[in-house]
């Protein structure tokens, strides 16, 4: 059961081969199983689950069931989740019970889906490993002595494992797409602006959002459909008709132009995920699709702008966290200063720390210009290249990560190396565009993972063209044996 797809699980459910309670009580026992090898979640809400399915199975039942009714999926621990601990993976927010659920939370509810809990992450979704969160690293479950990517790693671990039909993730410099590169995963970006960050724990904000982590495209498809839509209560929500993503997917790519940035093919791309991910680009011309070279001139500022952007942007939306009104406070403070000091020390961890610190600086006075305002410059000249881009091409394709998964503690101790990790997804969120990472094949049994970018508001475009690559490859059906 926890190998079919949603579109799958949905026709058991309404057909009544399997009710949703026998169906979370399976996903509930596989995590039972396997989540101590994998540390994939921090929350396992097994009451609220099956609560949750027992209202889906009334619903069912009475044939008021929608489309994903009664089918379990994981949240990423970043999403407010009422009466559940929302930790952000940090000792900080360790005691944190949400008293509201964020937007998404709110939509999947209202869809009838199944929370079966929290998934691990990286600490405030600082971390392209996930190996910086308060409650210890994850496996990637292709190799436990790998990382899964971050920081959505715990969520692409747990679908990766199968512990999750599917699950939410967050991506603020391709923290949803690396992990489902490195996982053999299909990890959607939206454009900025298309799902709600209303509940959604800040690390900056003119960069995070929101999308799915599946298997498949079709997946990725049915949960977006859920997830996007205008929310009055995030000031950055675009107020724009959400199509039913799932409708296009079987359209022709007869015609389509497809962009090779060249900068995206040279010095630190592993040969061999260069040479399968070209593999993968090739399929596309029996598809009726034309390959074209483009170029993106200042994409080698992508990754030193975006250390100045969103560094800045966190350490602003986590001055809130004072050890006053939420979160750890420490014990017998002498006064408020020591209240602020010893709290925010205790309760943010080393790369947190690294972060707030150079946002900090960069964001002071007599630095501002030189540093915030100079990457803000180049911002718009990441973005001007993909609009010029666009003029041209339909989609841009290339390598999701330069590497397969690295080994756990490989890049620990050198941040430099750990950034370069997000080299060819950071420039998406940059510019606002959205982005998929679809499973392209495998050096080494290890996944390797496309990454197809879009226009503006153009995600039916770009899971129509991941998904027409799926039906005629099984890349994305491969899974880890261990947890077949």
């Known amino acids: 059961m926890h190998t079919k797809s ?12 399997i009710s949703s309670v026998e169906l979370t009580q399976h996903y509930l026992d596989r995590i039972n199983t396997y989540n101590n090898e994998l540390n994939a979640y921090i929350t396992v809400a097994e009451d609220h689950a099956l609560t949750q399915a027992r209202a889906a199975d009334v619903q069912l039942q ?60 990286d600490e405030f979704a600082m971390g392209s490993s996930n190996e910086t969160s308060f409650y210890g690293q994850v496996q990637n479950p292709w190799d436990n002595q790998a ?83 205008f929310d009055p209560r995030d000031s950055t929500s675009v107020e724009q008709d959400v199509p039913d993503y799932t409708a296009s997917l079987n359209n022709s790519l007869e015609g389509l132009k497809i962009g090779l940035p060249r900068q995206y093919f040279g010095e630190g791309l592993d040969p061999e995920v260069a040479a399968t991910v070209e593999a993968a680009i090739k399929t596309y011309e029996s598809l009726g699709a034309t390959i074209k070279e483009i170029t993106l001139p200042n994409s080698h500022l992508a990754v030193p702008t975006y250390y100045v952007v969103a560094p800045a942007e966190c350490s602003s939306n986590l001055s809130r966290m004072d050890g006053v009104r939420f979160g750890h406070r420490c014990e017998d403070p002498k006064d408020l200063l020591d209240l602020y000091q010893r709290s925010r020390g205790e309760g943010f961890g080393e790369e947190v720390k690294r972060r707030i610190m150079i946002g900090t600086y960069a ?46 503690g490989d890049k620990k101790d050198d941040p430099v190396a750990m950034y370069l990790a997000d080299i060819y997804t ?14 392209a094949g495998f050096v080494n049994n290890m996944p390797v993972g496309l990454q197809i970018i879009g226009n503006y508001f153009d995600e039916a475009r770009l899971l129509n063209v991941a998904h027409r690559y799926q039906q005629i490859t099984d890349w994305h059906q491969q899974s880890p044996e261990p947890f077949k």
């Open 6 to 17: 949603l579109n799958e699980l949905s026709t058991a459910l309404h057909n009544g081969d």
């Open 147 to 229: 990382v899964p990517g971050g920081s959505s790693g715990g969520s692409a671990a747990a679908v990766a494992a199968n512990l999750a039909p599917i699950a939410t993730g967050t991506d603020t410099g391709g923290s949803i797409r690396q992990p489902a590169s490195l996982c053999n995963l299909t990890g959607l970006k939206p454009t900025y602006g298309r799902i709600s960050r209303y509940g959604m724990i800040a690390f900056a904000s003119s960069l995070d959002q929101a999308g799915p982590m599946a298997r498949s495209a079709e997946d990725a498809a049915l949960l977006l459909n859920e997830m996007a839509g």
């Open 426 to 439: 950071i420039s998406t969120n940059l510019a606002g565009l959205p982005g998929v990472s679809i499973p």
């Open 363 to 408: 964001l002071s006075a007599g630095y501002y210009d030189a540093y915030y305002l100079k990457a803000q410059q180049c911002r718009r000249l990441i973005s001007d290249d993909f609009t010029q881009a666009f003029n041209d091409v339909d989609v841009i394709m290339g390598p999701t990560a330069p590497t397969t998964a690295f080994k756990l």
């Open 62 to 121: 009475q044939k008021t069931a929608g489309k994903l009714t009664g089918i379990p999926l994981a949240h990423k621990d970043i999403f407010c989740t009422e009466g559940l601990r929302t930790s952000c993976a940090s000792k900080m927010l360790d005691n944190f019970i949400a008293p509201y659920n964020a937007t998404v939370v709110e939509k999947i509810n209202q869809a009838g889906m199944v929370t079966l809990g929290k998934t691990n992450m």
